[in-house]
C-alpha cells in the first residue's frame, strides 16, 4: 500500500452552479460550514461564527474557484486598492490565520485551505452550491494529498508479560450459543493496510458516514462512501489507543498514549481545533447514546476499575471495580441506563471465572447476563487473551459480542449477537454474525444499526533467536525461529545451547517442543490432549520438567508438575499443588529447584526435587493480587529476583532476595514504564529486564549495582520476555506482530 503521503485521493467538489435563469447562488457549503454570500454570514451547524471583512472576502475568493490555486496577488487586489498602502504579507497572512482559526483548520493540515508555496492558496474541501432555480451544478475534481502524519501508534497486542498471566490464569466466559443458521450479511473492506501499517483502532461515527482510524502513520477520517480521506492532528507525542464518537458524528472520546504509559481521554473534534483532555487516566471510552456522559476504564491486569464521567470531564466516579477485577470492554443500553461489561475476577489459579456483567445506573446494580456455558471443546467462548474483545449493543436491543472459537481454531474470534428484552435480559437464542480468520479487536455500530465496523486482525506470537555480541552489551539482528501461525512460548534451552525449549498450541492444546536454531522444523517432547507448559529443565539438563493444567473452568483439580527425560520416556509425576505459578532450577553444580503456589492473597516459595518431590517452605510475599508477581531463580541458585507488574508499583523494581542469608535490597528502574518479565543471565552477574508496555517496549540488562542498559528495542512488535542459553551466546525471545483491517458488516 503506497504512503499516506504518496496517495492521491480522487474526489467530487460540487463547485458554483448557475441556475436557469443565470443568477448565481447566494450559498456555498462544505463540511458543516454554509457561507450566504449576499449577507456576508458565516455559520457552523447553523450557527453564525465571527468572521472579520477581511477572512471573509479571502473565502469568498477561494470558494468562487474551488480546487484552484489563487495567487496572493489576486487576495490582494481583491482586498486592498492600489491606492491603498499596507503591510501586505503581514496583513494577508494574518487575515488566513483569522481565517483559519473560524474554520478551525490548520496550515500542516489543513481540510480547507491549503497553503501552495511561492503561488498562493487553495480551497481543497468539496463545496456545495445551491442554485436559485434548482439548474445543474457544475463538478470540479480535485486532487488531495494526505499529508503524512510522523507519529506512529503502539498498539495492537497488550504487554506480553500481561498476556500471558492471563493465559495462564485461564480466564473463562462461558456463553450461550444458539444454532440458528448465519444470515445473509454483505462485508466490504473499509481500509487495506499491509501487515507493517495495520490498523491499531478504528470507530464509525454514528450517522455511519465516517471512519475514524489509527494505524502506523497517525489518525485518519475516512468517508465511507467515497473513500475521501484526510489527517485529523493529535496532540504532539501521543498516539491513539481507541476512540468512540459523540451522536454528533462531529465529536470523538479518545484514547491518546505514550508508548509503555497509561492512556488519558481527549475529546477532539473532526473540524479541527485543538483537543482537550477529558481525564488523566482512561481506556475503552464510551459515549451515552444522548452524549450526555462517557463511561471508561481505569487501570489494567488486576486492578481494573469502570469510571463515568460527564462529557466534558466533570464530575467522575467510580461505578465498580476492586482489587482482582480485571475488566475487557464497554457497552450503553439505548436507553442509557444501562452499561454491559466484560469482567473476571482473579481468586486464584486456572478457574477464574468471567462474564458479561449489566449495570443499572438508577440503582447502582449489577447483574451477570444469562449468557453461560460450561467448557466444551465443540462450541466457542470467550478466554483470556481476547477479554478485552468489544460489545456492542444495538438501538433495537440487541448485544453483539466477541467469542474465540473452538480448537483448531482457538487463535481466532468471531461475533455473535443475542436479542435482550426491557430489562436487559438474554430474551433469545444467540446467532452467529461472522466465520472468518483473524481476531476482533474493535466493533461499532451506526445508529440506525444497518452499518458495522469490524476491527479485525491476524496476531503473530513467535519465537525468535538472537546472539549476544561484545560480551552481552550488543544484541545481533533476531531472527523468527518459529515459522507456525499459533502461539509460542520459550521457556528454557537444551544444556547444549542449541536448540529452544517452547510451548505452543499449533495442534489445538499446548504442547511442548524444542528446535534446533538452524532447524525450520520442532520435535515434539511432550503431546496429548492435556494442556502442558511451562517447561524447564532439572539443574544437570538431563530432565524435562512441566505441568499440566486443567480443563476450562475446573478451579478443584490439582496441578502436577511432571518430569520426563529429555531423551523420552515416560512421564512421572514429581508434585501437584492448589496453583502453581512458576518453577525453575539452579545449574549444575548448584542443585536447587523452586516453585511458587499462589494463593488468594499470597505468593508461597518451595523447594523441591525431580525425583523426590515438595520441599520446605523459604519465603511468601503477602499481596492482594499475587498474579501480579513474575520471578526467576539466579543460575547458582543464591537468590531469588522479583518484580510486581506495570500498574502494581508506582515506581518499577527488581526485589532481590537472598536464599542463604544476607539482606534483600532494590533495584529501581528508573525511565521505563514497569517490569513486564524478568530472567538471570546467563552468568548470574545481571538481569535481562523486558519493560511493561506495548508495541516497541524494550529489552534492558540490569546489573546487580543498578545500571541499566537499553539492548534492543523492536519496531513493530511486542516483546514478552528473553531466555538465555546456559552458555551464554543467545537469547531466545517471545516477540508478538501481527496485522489488522477494517470491514463494513450491513443487513446483520
Known sequence: M????????????????????????????????????????????????????????VLTLLLERPGEVISRD??????????????????????????RDALGDSAENPRFVETVARRGYRFVAPVGGTPTNGGATEVV?????????????????????????????????????????????????????????????????????????????GFYLRQIDTGETHVIALPESLAVESATWFPDSVHMVVALAVSGQASSLWAISVLGGAARKL???????AVSPDGVQVAFLKGRETRGQLWVMAADGALPRKLAGKAGDIFGSLAWSPDGEHIAYTKAHY???YGAQAVIEVLDLNNQRSHPTALREQYDESRSLLSAHNLDAPLMWTADNRLIYTLIEAPPRQAESNLWVVPLNQQAEVSGAATRLTNDPGVVAGISVSTDGKRLALLKGVPQPDVYVAKLEEHGTRLGEPRRLTLDDRQDFPFDWTADGKAVIFASDRTGSFNI??????????????????????????????????????????????????????????????????????HQCSRMPATVCIFSEAGDRELTFFTFDPLQGRGAQIFQIKDEVPALYNWSLSPDGAMLALAKGKWGEERPKVHLVPLKG????????????????????????????????????????VDLQGHVRPIWQPKKMTMGWAIPSRDGRYLALRVASGSANVSMLENF
Do not use: C
Open 2 to 57: 503506497a504512503s499516506k503521503a504518496d496517495k492521491v485521493l480522487d474526489f467530487k467538489a460540487v463547485g458554483i452552479g448557475n441556475g436557469s435563469d443565470g443568477k448565481e447562488s447566494p450559498t456555498r457549503r462544505f463540511g458543516a460550514f454554509e457561507i450566504d454570500l449576499r449577507a456576508g454570514e458565516l455559520r457552523r451547524n447553523g450557527l453564525k461564527v465571527k468572521l472579520q471583512e477581511q477572512p471573509l472576502q
Open 279 to 285: 481525564s488523566d487516566e482512561g481506556h475503552g471510552p
Open 513 to 582: 517442543y524444542s528446535q534446533a536454531i538452524d532447524q525450520t522444523v520442532p520435535e515434539l517432547l511432550v503431546g496429548g490432549r492435556e494442556t502442558s507448559t511451562l517447561p524447564r529443565l532439572s539443574p544437570d539438563g538431563s530432565q524435562l520438567l512441566y505441568l499440566i493444567y486443567p480443563t476450562w473452568g475446573d478451579t478443584n483439580s490439582p496441578i502436577p508438575l511432571m518430569r520426563v527425560p529429555l531423551t523420552g520416556g515416560t512421564p512421572q509425576r514429581v508434585l501437584e499443588s492448589r496453583w502453581i505459578s512458576n
Open 141 to 217: 475534481a480535485l486532487h488531495v494529498t494526505a499529508p503524512l502524519f510522523s507519529q506512529a501508534r503502539v498498539w495492537w497486542i497488550a504487554s506480553a508479560a500481561a498476556a500471558i498471566v492471563l493465559v495462564l490464569l485461564g480466564l473463562k466466559l462461558g456463553l450461550l450459543l444458539g444454532q440458528h443458521p448465519t444470515p445473509q450479511i454483505r462485508s466490504s473492506r473499509l481500509t487495506a493496510n499491509p501487515a507493517d501499517d495495520r490498523v491499531r483502532a478504528a470507530a464509525m461515527s454514528r450517522d455511519g458516514k465516517y471512519l475514524a482510524f489509527a494505524d502506523e502513520t
Open 662 to 701: 544476607g539482606a534483600e535490597r532494590w533495584i529501581n528502574i528508573d525511565g521505563w514504564p514497569g517490569v513486564g518479565a524478568l530472567d538471570w543471565a546467563a552468568d548470574g552477574k545481571s538481569i535481562w529486564v523486558v519493560s511493561s508496555g506495548e508495541e516497541g517496549n524494550a529489552l534492558l540488562n
Open 74 to 99: 489576486d487576495l490582494r487586489n481583491r482586498l486592498w486598492p492600489a491606492d491603498t498602502f499596507v503591510d501586505f504579507d503581514h496583513s494577508l497572512n494574518a487575515a488566513i490565520k483569522r481565517l
Open 347 to 349: 481468586t486464584y489459579g
